[in-house]
């Protein structure tokens, strides 16, 4: 299994390169050469698996056995999830009328991300040992990725971590889970600007190719294949879930909704559905409605600013992950991708080709929330159910409320509710807050400044160069010394 660029630009790559890559080198993103087709044998065997179960079987299919072998890549997946609260890792909740909630915010941060950050961070401590070799990891957070990334490498020698949060789009408990990390390889930066604004310094950093090659600069946003690749399997569990059966003539269909921002869940499933797996997909937005614009009409294009809404991490103008999608529907033209995504970074807009269009509005519905429906979706979970939900799983939930169904549903929940008190109160519920996210409020925090005006990715560049020199010092004094 080997990996390629959206845009066609560089070589193929085996999963290592592609792990340890931020953008490929054109500009693109990395995507499996070809997708695994599953049969209706190898669906009736996975049916009874459990989730880790599952996750190890797909991570098998796209990571080589020669560069990983199957019982290592079982005990690293093991590792990764043993920090999670629940004993099935994952776990659905049955609620009224058919309203099926995933619960994928079991981890230590309360957020989806930690289960494919979990994995990759286990997964890089495997090559990054047999190498002695140290990484720099650059993330922009809008606001779980951050805290996922940081505990799935907090303390680990051979990496460093720098992640920009925008002050002020997060919310007090994600801000806090990212700030009171005091480790040393742990480097905060907290930037007046938005989530978009935030990615310009990363990209700018990952395309001067010299300084991200000498420094090992790498990704763990959703750029990052790793995160796509165990993230496919919780569309396999929820349809195993949520599926009467799988012994009529034809396999039943499950109908996934999901809460999206940068893409990366969404491109997921969309490979999940290419794989095989009998699932209709919904992606549903919040006021940012970027990807719902380009769904229902083409129309790829940023609007002229960034709303805040109450589901803060899905606040995002320039959902990178599109490109994936487009990649795939388009029958892997790399030629036509490049095209299309260099036009979009010059103008902001962009009219997808006809052809294009149709298959995407064949592959995914969509539905955009605003604060109020999220609010109103909120309200009524608790009042039908006595069941609290994030505002993130509120947008999921809000399709469920509005549109009929006639075939069993599933809503991914990227997030607890306990992480977003305030949009808790705006609906007027009661926060049930966990001890542990209590505790941060007395923690003591650190974080450096981005100002505007700065050159931020100057000052990423400082403090970049100045921790790589601190670990060669460190290297130097800790090999073995010549007689």
């Known amino acids: 299994m080997e990996y390629v660029s959206t845009r066609g630009g560089t070589g193929a790559v085996d999963f290592e390169g592609a792990l340890f890559s931020g953008y490929a080198p054109d500009g693109g993103l990395f995507m499996p050469q070809r997708i695994p087709s599953l049969d209706r044998d190898i669906l009736q065997r996975w049916s009874t698996l459990s989730y880790p179960e599952l996750v ?11 560069l990983v072998p199957r019982n290592a890549l079982n005990e690293l997946i093991d590792k990764a999830f043993s920090r999670f609260r629940h004993k099935n890792v994952v776990h659905l909740s049955r609620l009224k009328d058919g309203l099926n909630i995933l619960e994928l915010w079991h981890g230590v941060t309360y957020a989806f991300k930690d289960l494919s950050l979990s994995c990759t961070g286990q997964f890089l401590q495997y090559f990054l040992e047999k190498k002695r070799k140290h990484v720099n990891i650059l993330v922009g957070t809008s606001g779980d990725t951050g805290s996922s990334a940081i505990e799935s490498v907090r303390g680990q020698k051979n990496v460093d971590i720098f992640v920009l949060l925008p002050k002020g789009f997060c919310t007090q408990i994600q801000e806090l889970q990212m700030t009171t990390v005091i480790e040393d390889n742990v480097h905060v930066f907290a930037a007046h600007g938005n989530s978009d604004e935030i990615d310009e310094p990363i990209k700018e950093l990952f395309a001067d190719v010299d300084f991200a090659g000498k420094y090992n600069l790498m990704s763990l946003n959703s750029v990052n294949w790793s995160r796509i690749m165990v993230q496919i399997a919780h569309y396999f569990y929820a349809y195993f879930q949520c599926t009467p059966s799988l012994d009529t003539t034809q396999l039943p269909i499950v109908e ?5 921002g940068g893409g990366g869940n969404i491109t997921a499933g969309c490979i999940a559905q290419k794989m095989g797996l009998p699932v209709r997909l919904i992606t549903v937005v919040n006021s940012n ?13 940023v609007a002229e600013s960034v709303k805040a809404t109450l589901a803060s991490a899905m606040d995002i103008q320039e959902p990178y992950n599109v490109e994936r999608i487009l990649w795939l ?35 995914l519905g969509s539905c955009s929330a605003s604060d109020q429906d999220i609010v109103g979706a909120m309200r009524r979970c608790w009042e039908e159910n006595q ?65 505007r005006g700065q050159d931020w990715a100057q000052v990423l560049r400082g403090r970049i160069e100045a921790v790589a020199q601190q670990w060669e010092a460190q290297m130097g004094r800790s090999a073995p010394q010549g007689r």
């Open 289 to 301: 409605d970027i990807i719902h614009r380009t769904v229902q009409h083409g129309d790829f294009s």
């Open 56 to 66: 190890k079987e797909l991570c098998s299919l796209f990571v080589p056995a020669t």
């Open 387 to 451: 069941y609290l939900l994030c505002p993130h799983s509120a947008v999921a939930a809000h399709y469920h409320f509005s549109q009929p169904h006639s075939i069993p549903r599933c809503c991914l929940a990227p997030a607890s509710a306990a992480k977003f008190q305030d949009a808790l109160l705006r609906a007027g519920l009661v926060p049930q807050i966990p001890p542990e996210i209590t505790a941060l409020t007395a923690m003591e925090t650190r974080s450096t400044p981005l100002e």
């Open 256 to 260: 996934i909704v999901v809460p999206t």
């Open 329 to 363: 529907l388009s029958g892997s033209d790399s030629h036509l991708i490049k095209t299309l995504m260099e036009q979009f970074n010059i103008s902001k807009r962009l009219k997808l080709p006809e052809d294009l269009h149709r298959k995407l509005s064949e592959t």
